[in-house]
């Protein structure tokens, strides 16, 4: 079993920034790819980066291409999220799985709870 726990979500203006962190433990193999998503209201579930946990490979939507950086550590994943709009407001969570580069959740058998983030105009 893998559990996945995500922090940092928070109510900033637009233009500011803001860190996720998800903490990982259990079963989680080198050949896992640890991912962000986001669900707007309204909205389907969106991929939003992937890393590798060796941080040697990144994957990024264009939605955030720039904006966003993913990077991993020793039993964490973080997502560092600058120049946020609004339409960033969703709630971001973290996923987990053995297949590179995918950006389908369906792919992902992992997830944690999720993390509000709210950006105000």
């Known amino acids: 079993q893998v559990q996945l726990v995500e922090s940092g979500g928070g109510r900033v203006q637009a233009g500011g920034s803001l860190r996720l962190s998800c903490a990982t433990s259990?079963?989680?193999?080198?050949?896992?790819?640890l991912g962000w998503f986001r669900r707007a209201p309204g909205k389907e579930r969106e991929f939003i980066a992937s890393v590798t946990l060796s941080g040697s490979n990144t994957d990024y939507a264009d939605s955030v291409k720039g904006r966003f950086t993913i990077s991993s550590a020793k039993d964490f994943v973080f997502l560092q999220m600058n120049s946020l709009k609004p339409e960033d407001t969703a709630v971001y969570f973290c996923?987990?799985?053995?297949?590179?580069?995918?950006?389908?959740?369906?792919?992902?058998?992992?997830w944690g709870r999720g993390t509000q983030v709210t950006v105000s105009f």
């Open positions: 259990g079963r989680i193999f080198n050949n896992y790819v």
């Open positions: 996923a987990a799985t053995n297949v590179w580069f995918a950006r389908d959740s369906r792919h992902y058998g992992y």
